[in-house]
């Protein structure tokens, strides 16, 4: 049971345009998600995250976006740079606690000059 | 700070044979988590401690793999015997205080398992 899905294996962006990585979920009581970023022969890196009571969270080039009744979130990157090239993991969890991350299959992306 | 600490960082075995990772979480950081990560997917947890207490081991196979983190700082991770679908990275990652309900998580770098 894929309860954190992110459906494009893969996006090529080119370098200075938005990047636009999406993830969707199944269980309501997730309250809080977060974004990880992934190099090659490393561990994931913390990115971003939002709680379930925003819908909006900013940080620098990174914004994620929540839509509660959808079950929906996106991560826009601009503008996009070569050294964003990575593999994107979306993450859930509940607040407050420290609970595992349920993690979704990831989304390989390229940006390109 | 340092980061989360694992090793081996590649490991190749046979299948029916042992073998154990080993992790040493940041200092003062009370949670550790073993994920696996097959390639394809995200990774999923497989044991979390909270200091040397198991929290959730629902998702380890008891039959073969075995976690341990007696003095509730490092960890190792063990499989015995090992099979073919066993092969993976191990990542280890720990958390410390949550800070406005985040629950971000520090991973090390894997342990990049490959059963033959």
């Known amino acids: 049971d894929q309860q954190v899905k992110q459906n494009s294996p893969s996006l090529s962006v080119q370098e200075g345009r938005i990047s636009i990585l999406n993830c969707d979920y199944t269980n309501s009581m997730f309250d809080y998600f977060l974004w990880y970023k992934k190099y090659p022969a490393e561990g994931p890196t913390f990115l971003i995250s939002i709680s379930s009571i925003k819908d909006k969270n900013e940080d620098g080039r990174f914004t994620v976006f929540l839509n509660k009744s959808a079950k929906h979130l996106s991560l826009h990157i601009v503008p996009s740079q070569p050294g964003d090239s990575a593999v994107y993991f979306c993450a859930a969890t509940f607040r407050g606690t420290a609970s595992k991350l349920t993690f979704g299959t990831g989304t390989r992306l390229q940006v390109t000059l | 700070e340092a980061g989360v600490a694992q090793s081996p960082r590649y490991k190749i075995i046979e299948k029916r044979q042992s073998v154990a990772f080993w992790c040493n979480p940041i200092?003062?950081?009370?949670?550790l988590y073993w994920y696996q990560q097959i390639l394809g997917q995200g990774p999923k947890l497989l044991i979390q401690f909270q200091n040397n207490g198991v929290v959730d081991d629902s998702q380890l196979p008891k039959d073969r793999f075995s976690a341990e983190r007696l003095k509730g700082v490092d960890s190792t991770l063990k499989i015995q015997p090992a099979k073919l679908e066993d092969s993976a990275v191990y990542l280890c990652?720990?958390?410390?205080?949550?800070?406005?309900?985040?629950?971000?998580?520090?991973f090390g770098p894997g342990t990049r398992l490959t059963v033959l």
């Open positions: 200092s003062g950081h009370a949670t």
């Open positions: 990652a720990s958390s410390g205080r949550t800070s406005g309900g985040a629950n971000e998580q520090f």
